[in-house]
């Protein structure tokens, strides 16, 4: 990392704020940062985004910020480049980097800042009828009524003209127990050419209802911007806390901890691969899944008080830990569900039907996974090897020796596949991790309340961890009273869902449930 | 195809009991001429999914919404029940204003989950309405975040006019 260090020194004004073997933190001028992201991502191997956070600290004097996340997955460095002093516009960085097409256009509806150069003028977040000059994320706007005085206005798709092309438009509200979204098909016969995602219909403003909460209101809140995502949230946040209070987490947190991760993993994946086979209409894979994950839910709800596990992760700590008894009890109850996925995996895998409609359907190349930003198994099954789990040492991961599971084909049996191999992984990880509770069993809960003192002031953190469906990044700044600045959420949907549209074209209509349901993306931490 | 036979054999029946009879609800002035079907839509007005989630989990084999007569449709106009989640987010409210309108007479609207109620933990967001019933008219609530699947069917039979023993 020094190359690049020493590169970055023939820029003037660059400031380096912090460099170690983990970690750099750099702030530059904005106008710098196209040339440097451009400068990194020429490195092998490629650095992946993780975050990009725009921030309104002309309270503190130094205008907005920029704030720009990479990770080098061969050295395990994060390194943030920070723009100041932006007072009106910055430089696009979308050309450069495709992956960060949604968080500059996100970034001009919420704070009224210009992408110089963005190839895309329509808005993103905020959908045509806000009153003018609405950019809730400015320390200057105060949360009123505005959407009293939403007038729904037209949403603005491409035209496309020739012979026998027709829209068909589809949603917001789906038939189904699905989440709402617009999509908007142009298809020639059966096939589609073309499709345009219109999402963020759930957006209800969180980010900004989170500034100004404390910590652990703030965790209600973390904790409820996915549904079943619930512990790879709360987990990012309260690790970006724990940076900030600089603390150090005992073992038996750490374990229980990776343990609710995986035991999320678990429940998510054998609930999408059941979800996958209702995409096509295969009701005996999906009634094998549905019920798998109901026994699995209940297990939660037993032994952590909890479906969706929620409540467990605090900060500093885990609020209770099951004993060695009921460990145990845990532990073969799983190992039941494992032999159980076993068994019903096999009907699917082995069914001629099915594997027509998953091979060679909705495929994501190689080269759009990587200069989007994809991530969880959606990019591994486009044979990006890229598992937060093994490339950073964070929680039990490094004991567990964690693998990347890679496909190469990228279509919806390879991210079918991806899942099925992760889910026995992860059994194995759950059966060894339980054991090693059993044997170092301590306390039955560990919260800390003595950090709040040590926790820095408008300092940026950020937390990651993979969930189900790919990275959650959340980046945290608090004030000095020990309330959240800004906090930006970044979760794997809104990292995967600009890919969703590219896989579709090719396929006929009846294709697109089933693609949408290979990537099993939430809306809800997507619209925020 | 002798593997899943003898799976399922071996598996029996794995739905669970949740009514003994239908006695006639009496409080409130809810229907109780629903005892045997009951036809529902469901509105995602910005949940978090949990609720949803939940929903869906009617359909598995352990609680098989449909052995009551309770069946979730595509369209709003096969529905007599919207059941609406999430707090009523800004950017949704014209369609869930259209998805009601499309119902056909009479209907309901049950707010599942504390935020569909009074916004949960999302009151005060710039761009929530602060539960479903600033937006639609709402006629029966289930409190929970969210509310587990057994709470669900005990409001529905309940709905139905029929009594439930969890
Ligand atoms: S009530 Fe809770 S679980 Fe249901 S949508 Fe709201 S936050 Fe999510």
């Known amino acids: 990392m020094l190359g690049l260090r020493d590169y970055l020194q023939i820029y003037t004004g660059i400031e380096i704020i912090k460099w170690d073997n983990q970690e750099g933190i750099v702030a530059m001028d904005s106008q710098d940062l196209p040339d440097i992201l451009a400068y990194c991502l020429e490195m092998k191997p490629r650095p992946i985004w993780l975050t990009h956070v725009v921030n309104d600290e002309r309270q503190l004097g130094n205008d907005f910020c920029l704030y720009l996340i990479l990770h080098f997955p061969d050295k395990d460095f994060t390194l943030t480049l ?15 980097l495709p992956a960060l097409n949604w968080s500059e256009r996100e970034a001009q509806d919420l704070f009224g800042l210009r992408a110089v150069g963005h190839p895309d003028p329509r808005t993103l977040v905020l959908h045509p009828g806000w009153p003018k000059n609405f950019h809730p994320l400015r320390k200057d706007y105060k949360t009123g009524k505005e959407y009293k005085s939403f007038k729904r206005g037209p949403l603005v798709f491409p035209e496309m003209h020739g012979e026998g092309i027709f829209q068909v438009p589809v949603g917001p509200i789906h038939a189904g127990i699905i989440e709402p979204g617009h999509f908007r098909f142009y298809v020639i016969g059966e096939p589609v050419l073309h499709l345009e995602a219109q999402l963020f219909y759930t957006h209800k403003g969180i980010e900004k209802l989170l500034e100004g909460k404390s910590l652990e209101e703030g965790l209600l809140i973390i904790e409820r911007v996915c549904g079943v995502c619930a512990v790879s949230h709360g987990l990012a946040y309260c690790e970006a806390i724990e940076k900030l209070a600089n603390i150090e987490l005992p073992r038996q947190v750490l374990l229980w901890r990776t ?50 596990l929620r409540g467990m992760v605090v900060p500093g700590g885990i609020k209770s830990v099951p004993g060695p008894k009921d460990s145990q009890e845990i532990l073969n109850r799983l190992m039941e569900l494992a032999n159980d996925f076993e068994d019903w995996i096999p009907l699917l895998l082995e069914h001629d039907g099915f594997r027509q409609r998953a091979v060679t359907t909705g495929v994501l190349k190689t080269e759009s996974a990587i200069d989007l930003g994809v991530t969880g198994p959606a990019a591994r099954a486009s044979g990006v090897a890229y598992d937060w789990r093994e490339l950073h040492s964070h929680l039990l991961y490094p004991e567990l020796m964690v693998k990347s599971v890679v496909e190469h084909n990228g279509d919806v049996w390879a991210r079918l596949m991806v899942r099925v191999k992760e889910t026995r992984e992860s059994f194995r990880f759950l059966e060894t991790l339980l054991r090693k509770g059993m044997q170092e069993a301590g306390r039955s809960s560990y919260i800390m309340n003595t950090f709040s003192n040590k926790l820095i002031p408008w300092q940026g953190a950020w937390g990651c961890v993979e969930s189900p469906r790919g990275t959650d990044v959340i980046w945290l700044m608090l004030d000095d009273k020990g309330k959240i600045y800004r906090c930006r ?40 | 195809m002798w593997s899943i ?55 598995n084999s352990l609680y098989d919404h449909q052995h009551f007569g309770i069946d979730f449709v595509a369209s709003p106009r096969h529905a007599d029940l919207l059941m609406c989640t999430g707090p009523g987010s800004t950017q949704l409210v014209n369609a869930a204003h259209e998805t009601y309108e499309a119902m056909a ?29 600033k937006v639609l008219p709402v006629d029966i609530k289930v409190p929970g975040c969210p509310p587990k699947p057994d709470d669900m069917i005990k409001a529905l039979l309940e709905f139905m006019g029929r009594k439930s023993v969890s």
Not at chain 2, 105 to 133: L, N, Q, R, T
């Open chain 1, 82 to 96: 920070v723009a100041k002093g932006i007072k009106d516009e910055f430089p696009s960085l979308s050309l450069i």
């Open chain 1, 259 to 308: 343990i609710l991760a995986e035991l999320e993993r678990v429940y998510n994946h054998i609930g999408d691969i059941g979800n996958m086979c209702a995409g096509v209409g295969f009701a005996l894979g999906n009634a094998n899944g549905s019920q798998s994950k109901e026994n699995l839910q209940r297990l939660n709800l037993e032994f952590f008080g909890h479906r969706f």
């Open chain 2, 5 to 59: 036979l003898l799976r399922k054999l071996k598996m029996g029946s794995l739905t669970e009991k949740h009514e003994d009879s239908l006695i006639p609800h009496k409080s409130s002035d809810l229907p109780s001429n629903f005892r045997k079907s009951l036809q529902i839509r469901h509105l995602d007005c910005g949940s978090c999914n949990g609720c949803d989630w939940e929903m869906t989990a009617l359909g």
């Open chain 1, 489 to 528: 959420i970044r979760s794997a949907s809104y990292a995967n869902w600009p890919a969703v549209p590219l896989t579709v074209p090719g396929n006929i209509v009846p294709d697109f449930p089933l693609i949408n349901k290979s990537f099993e993306l939430c809306y809800s931490c997507c619209d925020r």
């Open chain 2, 105 to 133: 007479k009479p209907k309901w609207v049950m707010a599942v989950g504390d935020c569909a109620i009074d916004g949960g933990v999302f009151k005060g967001a710039y761009a929530s309405a602060g539960g479903i019933g």
